[in-house]
C-alpha cells in the first residue's frame, strides 16, 4: 500500500463529499477514513433534508463529520481528498446569495488539521 501524501503516522485521512440539490431542499453526504498507508478504515453516508442554502449544507456536513470523528474516538483527523474543502465550509455559510442550483466538489484541502485530544 502507498502512503497517503500528507497523513503522518498515527494520523487519519478523513474524506468528505457532499451533493446538494436547491430544488429539492436535500442533499447526501459521506465520510470514509483512511490511514497513513491509504488503507480504508471506516465510512458512512447519510440523507439531509430542508437543507435552504449551500452554507447550511455544507455546514450540517461539516459538524456532521467531525462528530462522526469523536464519536469513533479519532483523536487526530487530517480532513482531505474527497470533494470537499473544509476551509471553505464554514466561510461559505454567510455567503449565501452566490449558491449555485447543484454543487458537487469543492478543491485546495491545504493542511488543516482535526485534534481532538482525550476523547
Given amino acids: 500500500m502507498v502512503n497517503e501524501p500528507g497523513v503522518p503516522e498515527g494520523w487519519v485521512l478523513c474524506e468528505i463529499g457532499m451533493d446538494w440539490s436547491k430544488s429539492d431542499d436535500i442533499m447526501g453526504a459521506a465520510w470514509i477514513t483512511k490511514n497513513s498507508r491509504g488503507k480504508v478504515l471506516e465510512h458512512s453516508r447519510r440523507a439531509f433534508s430542508g437543507t435552504k442554502t449551500v452554507g447550511e449544507a455544507?455546514?450540517?456536513?461539516?459538524?456532521?463529520?467531525?462528530?462522526?470523528?469523536?464519536?469513533?474516538?479519532?483523536?487526530?483527523?487530517?480532513?482531505?481528498?474527497?470533494?470537499?474543502?473544509?476551509?471553505?465550509?464554514?466561510?461559505?455559510?454567510?455567503?449565501?446569495?452566490?449558491?449555485?442550483?447543484?454543487?458537487?466538489?469543492?478543491?485546495?484541502?491545504?493542511?488543516?488539521?482535526?485534534?481532538?485530544g482525550d476523547v
Fill in 58 to 116: 455544507k455546514l450540517q456536513v461539516l459538524l456532521w463529520a467531525i462528530e462522526s470523528m469523536k464519536r469513533l474516538k479519532k483523536k487526530k483527523v487530517r480532513p482531505g481528498g474527497g470533494n470537499c474543502e473544509t476551509s471553505s465550509l464554514a466561510g461559505s455559510a454567510v455567503r449565501g446569495s452566490r449558491t449555485p442550483k447543484r454543487v458537487t466538489s469543492f478543491r485546495n484541502m491545504g493542511t488543516e488539521t482535526w485534534s481532538f
